[in-house]
């Protein structure tokens, strides 16, 4: 396995462990733009959070399954895509955090997604040096 495809993988475990911080500290309650999104998704916040989440990693892994374990084309746009999206969720959460003035869903594990994508991307700027 690539560095790539370990780096990705290692992304998509530690975003289903912060979607499960997030999860039973109900962020959909504190954080409206999750509340914005999972009322997008469901009439239910709690059941549109599962349903947005599982989608959001069903979604990686194919991504890690199909067009980065395969080499597609599209596996190095949607490997960067990840960076991007785990990099703000990195920094919005302690942010978030700082802003309310104490604890918010998903601020213990914001920072891992925000090293692991640091990591993942020095593993892609790697991958087009070679």
Do not use: D
């Not at 504190?30 to 989608?55: H, K, M, Q, T």
Request: charged share 10%; net charge neutral.
């Amino acid at each position: 396995m690539s560095r790539v495809q370990t780096a990705f993988g290692l992304l998509i475990v530690l975003q289903a462990a912060h979607s499960v911080e997030e999860y039973f500290g109900h962020l959909w309650e504190s954080f409206p733009p999750a509340r914005f999104v999972v009322n997008l998704v469901s009439s239910n916040p709690e059941r549109g959070f599962i349903l947005a989440n599982c989608v959001l990693i069903g979604f990686g892994l194919w991504c890690l399954l199909w067009p980065i374990r395969k080499r597609w084309a599209a596996a190095t746009p949607l490997a960067w895509l990840w960076v991007g999206i785990e990099t703000l969720n990195g920094i919005s959460h302690p942010l978030s955090s700082i802003w309310q003035g104490g604890y918010t869903p998903g601020v213990v594990t914001a920072p891992m997604l925000l090293l692991a994508a640091g990591f993942l991307a020095v593993q892609l700027i790697n991958l087009s040096h070679h």
